[in-house]
């Protein structure tokens, strides 16, 4: 294999996987597997669906979803800003990194757009019959 290719990267030909991408499906483990942890019902139902790290690995938007769907966003977000310098810190703990990215919550629209779509089309379906 040519030195600078890939193994399989993600985007299949010659790029690798950036590090930011790496780094963000570590933090998205940890902080996961903290929330559970976290003795509090407003958290119950919160899936942590994605996190983007910023290249400099200065911030980092965690995507989450939840059962309450938009009329739990703003407790959820309350939270997990409540949360934030505990995840900070576990985090700073479980990777090898000189500093760790400042997180900041917000929901996953992606996920609920197309949840959306997919209850119109099964809408759609059953009208038709």
């Known amino acids: 294999m040519a030195r600078n290719q890939s193994r399989g990267g993600r985007n299949g030909g ?3 996987y950036p590090r930011s991408a790496r780094v963000g499906e570590t933090l998205r ?3 996961a597997e903290d929330l559970v942890r976290f003795d509090d019902e407003r958290l119950e139902f919160v899936t942590v669906t ?8 200065n911030r980092a938007t965690v995507f989450f979803d939840s059962l309450a769907g ?10 997990l800003a409540e949360y934030r310098v505990r995840l900070q810190s576990s985090i700073a703990r479980q990777i090898k990194a000189k500093k760790t990215p400042i997180l900041d919550f917000k929901p996953d629209i992606a996920i609920r757009s197309s949840e959306r779509i997919d209850e119109i089309l099964r809408a759609d379906r059953e009208r038709r019959g």
């Open 14 to 16: 010659g790029a690798k």
């Open 70 to 79: 938009e009329e739990g966003d703003e407790e959820i977000i309350e939270a």
């Open 29 to 31: 483990e940890i902080i």
């Open 50 to 57: 994605g996190i983007d790290v910023d290249p400099e690995l």
